[in-house]
């Protein structure tokens, strides 16, 4: 549960960065129209701290964006969180293993990868 915690906020701070860069504001100037301290933003773009709902409102007002715009998760952001899982249960299946059963299981892991890719093209 924690890790998906995590995962939210790092989601949410990457989205808030990313709608400030769109906004051409630095994030001094985004806390100031938000009225709230500058490194406390930082650590909210970095998940470094879990955000109040109101505090998310202030920061979405001084965006000019819904709250729901800000929480929505693109096509793309599923994407990364599927991978993010992939990568997490291929780590924990290889932790601990020594380097030549690593380097093999890469080896086949590339294989299907590349007949899997193979078949793709057969189909087009």
Do not use: H
């Amino acid at each position: 549960m924690k890790k998906k915690m995590n995962r939210m906020l790092l989601r949410l701070g990457r989205n808030i960065r990313d709608k400030r860069k769109e906004e051409g504001l630095t994030q001094e100037a985004l806390a100031e129209k938000a009225d709230i301290n500058p490194k406390y933003l930082g650590k909210i773009e970095r998940a470094k701290t879990n955000v109040s709902l109101l505090t998310l409102s202030k920061i979405c007002d001084a965006l000019g964006i819904s709250l729901c715009e800000l929480l929505s998760f693109t096509s793309m952001d599923k994407q990364i969180l599927k991978f993010e899982e992939l990568s997490s249960e291929i780590w924990k299946l290889i932790r601990g293993k020594d380097k030549r059963t690593i380097q093999l299981s890469i080896k086949v892991f590339k294989e299907i990868l590349e007949s899997v890719e193979a078949l793709s093209k057969d189909k087009s």
